[in-house]
Structures are given as C-alpha cells and as structure tokens.
C-alpha cells in the first residue's frame, strides 16, 4: 500500500513579531461630561483571544477605541488611565499617534473596505498611511502574505485587480483584517466583525481568527455568546446599569463565566435573561 502523503501546502508565513499583551489600567471615558467607562482594567494576553460582551450602550466600543487611540479623534472625548503594550504606555506624551495604530490594528462591525479600490491595493491601503514605504516586490509579497493569513487568498489569488467591492460581505471583512495586517499589527480589535454576516461567513472568519491567534493577540467584542464560547480563552462582561458608566461586572476564562460565573448579572446576560 503507498503511504499517505498529506496534500502539499502553502507554508504558513512566519509571524511578524513577538506575541504581545495589552493592558488597560483604571480607563474612565467621558464624551463632554457625560461619563461612559469608570476605572476599567482588564489584561489581554499575549496570544489568546479576549471576548468583550455586554448590553448595548456599556461602553465596550469605546473601551476598543481607547485601546488603539481612536477615542481621541471624537472632539468631546476625554479619557483618564493607562493602556500598556508590553508594558509600555501607548498614550506616553514623546510618543507618535502613529506608533498604537500601527501596533493596534481594528476591524469593524460592517467590512469597510475601499470599494473602487483594487483588492491588491486595499490590502497595502495603510502602509502609507502609516507612513510604511515599500517597494513593488515587497508590496507583492505583503499582500499575499495577508491575504493568506486573513483566509482570503486563495478565493482572490486570480483577480488581485478586482474592486474590493465586487466581494462577497464575508470576503470583504477578511480583506479588512488583510488590510489590518498588512501593516503587522502586535493586536488585532475587531468591533462586531460578524454582526453584519452570514453563519457561513461568520464561521470563516471565525476560524480565521483562531488561526491568527497564534500570531496577533485579539480582542474581539461579540453580542453572540456562542461566538464568545467559540472563539475566546478570556471574556469580560461590560455593564451600564441605570445611567451609571460602564464597568466590567465579571471577567475570566470563559468557559467559567459561562458555566459557573460568580455574578448573578452575568448568569442572567449570558443566559439570554437581559441586554
Ligand atoms: N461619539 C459619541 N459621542 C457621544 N456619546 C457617545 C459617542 N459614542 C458613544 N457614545 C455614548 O457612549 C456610551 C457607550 O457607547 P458604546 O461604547 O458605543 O457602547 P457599546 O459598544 O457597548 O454599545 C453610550 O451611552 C453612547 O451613547
Ligand atoms: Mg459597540
């Protein structure tokens, strides 16, 4: 009998850098004087993904824009706290605004991609804007090798030149996340990235993001709880109850907090009791 050979592969390309842990310290967020987080710390490993679940309206969007210095770009935000990579502050005064988006890539609830723009051009989109130079061969091996780490490559391989927006909804997220990765972010966020799919779809990106795991430390925040339960080795539960800001309740494995949480409000959320 021959011996099975296992189907050839595309290697996986290698990492980009090491694994890295953000931590937020005591963030307390405001939009004028209407105050939204109160003294949120929670720290996202290294190499696992962290769910984010709670309500509408508890702040967990705003926590994520916190954690990549998006919050700031809202003329009425403020913000107290720290928010570490690596243990070092992304909000330090000498360093550039630049340095945590590139770090800290984001992925949003509804695919953005540049619609007229090329899929090979929408994956090397924020290299400039990152102020990241390349020349052709190196801008070609990037979007191959985001491509194939967001899962996206072998559906496009063949018509790089196509619009962005010719893609499917499932499709066009992961060419977000190529994009995400394109610049080699050390964290990935990802607001709802499944919200706006399909169960297919969601499942694809889903895997895709237990396969970037090893690579990419991911926060993600999720209203589904079977994707928590799915996807995630953390989980913080956010809440606002009765106009007070949003804080986190609970937080731990997840499978404990689904199975055993300490608190009655998260057995209630994760039961489907609330929110
Ligand atoms: N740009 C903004 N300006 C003013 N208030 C905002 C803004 N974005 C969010 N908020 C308020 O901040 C609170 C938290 O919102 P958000 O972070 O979006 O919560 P979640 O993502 O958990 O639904 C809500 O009360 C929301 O109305
Ligand atoms: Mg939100």
Not at 88 to 93: G, P, S
């Amino acid at each position: 009998m021959l011996p099975v050979v296992p189907a050839a592969a595309t290697p996986p390309p290698p990492p980009p850098r090491e694994l890295a842990t953000l931590e937020a310290r005591g963030i307390t967020a405001w939009f004028g004087d209407h105050q939204v987080l109160d003294r949120v710390s929670l720290t996202m490993p290294a190499g696992v993904i962290t769910s984010l679940i709670g309500p509408s309206g508890c702040g967990k969007s705003t926590f994520l824009r916190i954690l990549n210095r998006m919050h700031e770009l809202v003329p009425s935000a403020s913000l107290a706290g720290e928010v570490l990579l690596d243990g070092d502050d992304i909000y330090r005064a000498d360093r550039p605004l630049t340095d945590a988006r590139k770090s800290i890539g984001m992925v949003f609830q509804k695919p953005n991609p540049f619609p007229a723009m090329s899929i090979y051009d929408n994956v090397i989109a924020g290299l400039r804007l990152t102020g990241i130079s390349a020349d052709r061969d190196r801008k070609d091996e990037l979007v191959q090798t985001s491509l194939q780490r967001a899962g996206l490559w072998n559906e496009v391989k063949d018509r790089l030149r196509s619009p962005g927006g010719g893609l499917s909804g499932g499709q066009q997220q992961r060419l977000c996340i190529a994009r995400s990765l394109a610049v080699m972010p050390r964290v990935l966020l990802m607001d709802e990235p499944c919200s706006a799919l399909d169960p297919t779809s969601t499942r694809v990106i889903e895997e895709t993001m237990l396969e970037l795991a090893h690579e990419v430390t991911i926060v993600i925040v999720t209203h589904n709880m079977q994707q928590a339960q799915r996807v995630s080795t953390q989980c913080a539960f956010f809440l606002a109850s009765q106009g007070t800001p949003g804080a986190i309740v609970e937080y731990g494995d997840t499978e404990a907090m689904f199975s055993e949480p300490i608190d009655a409000r998260t057995f209630d959320y994760v039961n489907g009791r609330f929110g």
